[in-house]
């Protein structure tokens, strides 16, 4: 059975392609066969993040178009050969998708025994992060400590439990998970950021984890590698845990408390 | 497969399905008319099914051209499925057009029947239930029910309740919520914690600003007197 996520929020730059690169290399680390789709048309950056940028010859919308087989415009992962990369078109204009097109792409993923997809939504409520969610099993709702974030991830909520295939067709509905990302303590702590108690107050949504806000995103990114990989770094292991906890472990929660004591000042945000 | 499961079965069983009674003949009020009511609460009548019953047009004598009035109702996203009270003429009409006849509770068709007299406009049918609502209602998005409107989690900011009834919350109501959107003064709304935006009963509302003093995290209770809302703890 292939299990589609679809990583979204409605609002930019909180962190869903890092997330996508993330949790797709972390699946893919456990065994799991994994396909990580960018829906970002226009823009496209999940194959920079994901370092194969170099490598891109097609992309979902030759397939689409059907300039190119699925197989042709799949790209093998160069550190985890479980894991795919479908990457986006930067010249093809947003509307070059098509839901018809999206479903036969994700039909065949399951004919080829994916297990896991990973959609990475765009920013915004139109067609490219409708068509991310369409088919979804699960969300991954990305969002940051503030108001704004907060409003637009319900928001994002609201059109999931309503313009889905599985509302449309009367399903069980996607099942929803709270990523909390770039979350700081101390700044929660001087009142800059709401806490992880405000976010869960609002949204009453299942917490599958906080990401620490961490510089090691931006090099991680720099460098072409999920951050996922760098398994000392704080962002790293929250994903890991992220990760862990959906495949059915039991983990407590880390990264929401401020460090303590000397030793976590200097090593803590690496 | 195994060769003992069965393939089919024919159940009898029952649906609540929305009557619509109509009252006149003029095919142009009764597009205007469900337009406006169908706009007020677009998500909750989408492709609602319908029932569309001529049966006191018959009576009045007023004909009416089935064939117009089934594509009046699919432009407003409604299905029909069924039509209730036609005379021989407009059942035959109703049949062509694949669209089920039933007889009326009380006659078939006033030209081949007696008539009766047990319809008033107040039998509205089934169309005025309690909705139930298990899930968050999220921000951006808007319910409408034509009895009460029970929502058993939060109503995020942004969102919209709306109830011809009672609506009761029974987590955090921080949007918007109006009971009684017909006119019934009667109505109330019943929350165990109000945060809202803004609360309406028959048209009289309340914003936010109104209700800086409201305690939260106390249930309490909206309701109309003498034009004025009143909120009020509960016990
Ligand atoms: N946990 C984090 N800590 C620090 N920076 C982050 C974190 N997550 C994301 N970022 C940064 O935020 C920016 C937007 O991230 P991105 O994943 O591209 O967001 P989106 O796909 O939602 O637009 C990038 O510059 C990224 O490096
Ligand atoms: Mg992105």
Known sequence: MTRIIVVTSGKGGVGKTTTSAAIAMGFAQKGHKTAVIDFDVGLRNLDLIMGCERRVVYDIVNVIFGEATLNQALIRDKHCEQLYILPASQTRDKDALSQEGVGQILEELAAKDFEYVVCDSPAGIEKGAHLAMYFADDAFVVTNPEVASVRDSDRMLGILSSKSRRAEQGLEPIKEYLLLTRYSPERVRIGEMLSVADVQDILSLHLLGVIPESKSVLTASNSGMPVILDEKSDAGQAYADIVARYLGEDIPHRFIEEKKGIFGKFFGSK | ?235
């Open chain 2, 1 to 235: 497969m195994p060769n003992n499961s069965p393939i089919l079965e024919f159940k009898s069983d029952s649906f609540s399905v929305p009557v619509l009674l109509l009252f006149t003949n003029d095919l142009q009020i009764i597009e205007q008319q469900l337009k406006e009511k169908v706009d007020a609460a677009p998500e909750f009548f989408k492709n609602s099914p319908l029932i569309f019953d001529v049966q006191e047009l018959n009576k009045l004598d007023r004909p009416i051209d089935i064939a117009a009035l089934v594509d009046i109702i699919r432009q407003s996203n409604l299905l029909p499925v069924g039509m209730r009270g036609g005379n021989v003429k407009q059942n035959k009409e109703a049949v062509k057009l694949l669209i089920p006849v039933y007889s009326a509770h009380s006659s078939n068709a006033p030209s081949d029947t007696p008539k009766q007299k047990d319809i008033t406009p107040e039998t509205i049918e089934s169309i005025s239930t309690t909705i139930l609502i298990t899930r968050p209602v999220r921000s951006g998005q808007r319910l409408y029910s034509s009895g009460d409107l029970v929502v058993l989690a939060p109503v995020s900011a942004g969102a919209e309740i709306m109830a011809e009834g009672n609506i009761h919350v029974y987590g955090k109501l921080r949007g918007r919520a109006l009971a009684g959107v017909q006119g019934n003064t009667e109505a109330r709304i019943f929350c165990s914690d109000l945060q809202a935006e803004l609360i309406s009963i028959a048209g009289n509302y309340k914003i936010s600003d109104d209700m800086r003093d409201v305690v939260s995290k106390k249930p309490v209770q909206v309701y109309l007197q003498d034009h004025t809302l009143i909120i009020k703890d509960i016990v």
